[in-house]
T-cell receptor, first 116, second 112 residues
């Protein structure tokens, strides 16, 4: 069974440009999460999808970040326009169910974003 | 507020035992996870505790005390490949029950 995949693995862009990150969860997993780890800091929750609906987007830093999951399969996270402080590793994770179960979140390898 | 504390770095010897501690203060509690993360790779699940006590899984064990807001990860018979970051993470109780709060991670170095 394929794991969570993310594309690209690395992205280097200039301040003010736009970048779109993609996440493909494990097949059949309705729940998809985005996290971010800024250099030297802990991994922080950004948002949670259940199928195509945003269940919790309390961690999104500002309106420069837009996440979508049309069709409830893969998800994209767009940063527009990118700022220097957006640099970090963006992780995606998925679970089959997202209630009070003990389901483990399976993480993708992350996308390392560098904004110059 | 939310706060998860764990040591930044630890060093141990191959074949030995090491205990990584984690203390937490969160607005709700619905389980504690330990993840292992090698540099440049995805965090991988190690253990999950929601009730007090010790959970053993091969060379790795995890302990939880909810009244003390405390957990530890115990690694036995250390191997060089255990050199990695170990992340303590707490799932908060909320309408979206799977929101996970991570600690900064403990970088464990194993020496021969």
């Amino acid at each position: 069974e394929a794991g969570v995949t993310q594309f690209p693995s690395h992205s280097v862009i200039e301040k003010g440009q736009t970048v779109t990150l993609r996440c493909d969860p494990i097949s059949g997993h309705d729940n998809l999460y985005w996290y971010r780890r800024v250099m030297g800091k802990e991994i922080k929750f950004l948002l949670h999808f259940v199928k195509e609906s945003k269940q919790d987007e309390s961690g999104m830093p500002n309106n420069r970040f837009l996440a979508e999951r049309t069709g409830g399969t893969y998800s994209t996270l767009k940063v527009q326009p990118a700022e220097l402080e957006d640099s970090g590793v963006y992780f995606c994770a998925s679970t089959q169910t997202g209630g009070v179960s003990t389901d483990t979140q399976y993480f993708g390898p992350g996308t390392r974003l560098t904004v110059l | 507020g939310q706060n998860i504390d764990q040591p930044t770095e630890m060093t141990a010897t191959e074949g030995a035992i090491v205990q990584i501690n984690c203390t937490y203060q969160t607005s709700g509690f619905n389980g504690l996870f330990w993840y292992q993360q090698h540099a440049g790779e995805a965090p991988t699940f190690l253990s999950y505790n929601v009730l007090d006590g010790l959970e053993e899984k091969g060379r790795f064990s995890s302990f939880l005390s909810r009244s003390k807001g405390y957990s530890y990860l115990l690694l036995k018979e250390l191997q060089m490949k255990d050199s990695a970051s170990y992340l303590c993470a707490v799932r908060e109780t909320s309408s979206s029950a799977s929101k996970i709060i991570f600690g900064s991670g403990t970088r464990l170095s194993i020496r021969p």
